[in-house]
């Protein structure tokens, strides 16, 4: 299974209420561009799974628009995933090609590094609307393989 990671776009500040801060301008900028960088890619997920959060629905709205994909809220992606959640998460899904999540850090960091078998979740920092693939066909520590991480700036 293809595994691809998106942290949210850049959203506003912090102002008293995590849940519901919105992207900026500049994070629907971002959103767009990882959206149009799927279409031209042919990035399309079986499955598309989204946080909660207001920042994370929004930029998997956007980019579900590019992909054709309805982004389904998944309540786990929400700050404070680990990579054992998500390997629960993600085992009823094995028999699917592609997955993408959209997420925040350290959680995706962290999952990232787990699947590619590295000692330390910040060896893997991923940026405000990066996109990264992990080949996992098992998904179990280690046993994934980088097939790309995109800083927005480059999509």
Known sequence: MIIYFLRHADAEDFSGNDFERKLTPKG???A???GNFC???SITPEVFLTSPLVRAR???EIVGKKTGVTP????WLACGMTPATLIEK???LATKSSVLLVGHEPDLSTAVSHLLGLPEPGNFPIRKASLTAID???LEKGSGAL?????????
Do not use: G, N
């Open 58 to 60: 929004q930029t998997a």
């Open 72 to 75: 389904v809220i998944a309540d």
């Open 136 to 138: 996992a066909p098992w």
């Open 90 to 92: 993600l085992q009823p």
């Open 39 to 41: 279409d031209k890619y």
């Open 147 to 155: 097939e790309f991480s995109i800083p927005p700036k480059l999509l």
């Open 28 to 30: 629907h900028d971002q």
């Open 32 to 34: 767009e561009r990882v």
